[in-house]
């Protein structure tokens, strides 16, 4: 290992050791095939775990995280809240139309100015806030967060590029593992 090189704990070598052997001997439609795979496994995980969420939770990712932003910052502007959860407001104000038809929040009008109006937790909303599994973007971000800079680099870095060469590189996204309309309906029944 040269002094530019990355020190890779044992495990992690041994793998990226054995993975450039594998690519080395692999032909190029099979390389494909394992990048599609890997994609597929990230959508499939999204949908399983946005599946559970509302079975579990009767919420979507975006509505919980609506909801653990409200219920740890307090009173907030929609403009505030659109600008946290990285959303428009108009998406975020479709978000809350479905919470609020629900009871999990109320609007609330500002003590200080009457044009300001705050979304807030009922007990019902504090009590599905409660009970939710942890999104799956919390697993992924503590996952990350414990990887090395140089590697959150790599990662941040192709996953970029996969974007680009599946020309999704201008597609508005915003940071939630979850699949579907952000601002969707829970389906009843």
């Known amino acids: 290992m040269t002094k530019d090189e990355p020190h890779l704990p044992h495990g992690l070598a041994s ?70 959860m990285s959303l428009s407001q108009a998406t975020v104000t479709t978000i809350l139309d479905r919470l609020q038809k629900r009871e999990l929040v109320e609007r609330v009008r500002s003590d200080t100015d009457k044009r300001k109006v705050h979304p807030r937790l009922t007990d019902h909303g504090r009590k599905i806030l409660s009970t939710a599994p942890t999104a799956l973007q919390d697993n992924f971000v503590r996952r990350f967060r414990e990887l090395d800079e140089w590697e959150q680099g790599m990662i941040i870095a192709a996953l970029q590029r996969v974007a680009e060469m599946m020309d999704a590189k201008d597609i508005d996204a915003s940071p939630f593992l979850d699949v579907g309309a952000l601002d969707r309906a829970i389906p009843s029944g």
């Open 15 to 84: 793998r990226a050791e054995h993975n450039l052997s594998a690519l080395k001997t692999m032909s190029t439609s099979d390389k494909i095939e394992e990048v599609l795979v890997a994609l597929r496994r990230v959508i499939r995980a999204t949908d399983l775990h946005s599946k559970k969420l509302v079975k579990t939770a009767s919420v979507t990712g975006p509505q919980l995280l609506l909801l653990q932003i409200v219920n740890a910052k307090g009173d907030m502007t929609i403009s505030d809240l659109a600008r946290d």
